[in-house]
């Protein structure tokens, strides 16, 4: 009997590590104090955001808050927001931080109607603060453009030294225009669209944040629909590339300024958040 209690020993020393082991995890794990816990109000601000902009991210949001005047990391915005199921080349990188001020570009994006037409749409997009030059025209296909048009845009950002396109045969008519002006087209290499990646995020953010979203059914209703995204685009979406701002830059709020609305932007598909005197 002595000898089968011997046997049992060894057992009962590991379980008393184990308790030991749990009971110093426990306090190594206890609560600290380090950063101070996101307010309440400010963790329902950040929800509400969220759930009435599903398309945004931890860091649009965090753009908003910043120009409200709430001081919170990006990382706790990105813990409190609520979750749905659901890089550009050095060399061109390097380009563009040495002359972003200089550069222009250009592009065309499709649009179908309900009735299968499709409209061209021309952007032109200043580097420096994403800037879109305010002219443009749509057509039903691409000999139907104006393309006269198309050069008439350029005097809007006459500080420009260079435009990056496409090969696209719809700018043959910029050429000669370009070359008056000295300005130095870059083309990029066919189907290579990252080559021109400025424009081509702007585009991208028109179709996943205006256009999918939309039935199309005439030019005039395109023009208004495009005419209400660039305005918010401009003057209220905030921009990673920007440091958090809008290309027209917005103004912070005090942080004590009094309640914050939401104002609906492009038909309430997105949202510019603001304080109001109380």
């Not at 816990?37 to 929800?47: E, G, H, K």
């Not at 200043?126 to 000999?143: I, K, N, Q």
């Not at 008519?173 to 290579?192: F, G, K, Q, W």
């Not at 979406?237 to 609906?264: C, E, M, Q, W, Y």
Request: aromatic fraction near 8%; charge should be positive; glycine fraction near 6%.
């Amino acid at each position: 009997m002595a000898i089968g209690n011997r046997h049992r020993w060894p057992e009962t020393v590991i379980a008393w590590h184990r308790r030991a082991f749990r009971r110093f995890w426990s306090w190594k794990s206890r609560h600290r104090i380090g950063r101070p816990a996101v307010p309440a109000d400010v963790r329902a601000m950040i929800r509400r955001m969220s759930q009435a902009n599903p398309q945004w991210g931890a860091s649009r949001i965090h753009g908003e808050l910043l120009k409200l005047g709430i001081e919170v990391g990006e990382s706790s915005v990105a813990k409190y927001i609520v979750r749905y199921r659901r890089p550009p080349s050095q060399s061109w990188r390097t380009f563009l931080a040495n002359h972003i001020q200089q550069i222009m570009a250009a592009d065309f994006f499709v649009v179908p109607t309900a009735t299968g037409r499709l409209l061209f749409v021309l952007v032109m997009l200043a580097h420096h603060r994403r800037r879109v030059v305010p002219r443009g025209r749509h057509g039903t296909s691409d000999r139907s453009m104006d393309r006269a048009t198309i050069p008439r845009s350029l005097p809007v950002v006459r500080c420009s030294r260079y435009l990056i396109r496409d090969r696209d045969l719809a700018f043959a008519a910029v050429h000669a225009t370009a070359d008056a002006m000295a300005i130095t087209e870059v083309l990029t290499t066919p189907r290579s669209p990252w080559q021109n990646g400025v424009i081509e995020r702007f585009i991208g953010s028109v179709r996943r944040e205006c256009r999918d979203h939309v039935v199309i059914f005439t030019t005039a209703g395109l023009q208004r629909l495009l005419n209400a995204y660039v305005d918010y685009y401009q003057r209220s979406r905030t921009h990673v590339a920007l440091n958090k701002d809008a290309p027209i830059s917005r103004p912070v709020s005090p942080a004590n300024a009094g309640p914050i609305i939401a104002i609906p932007q492009v038909g309430a598909l997105h949202h510019r958040y603001e304080r109001v005197a109380a």
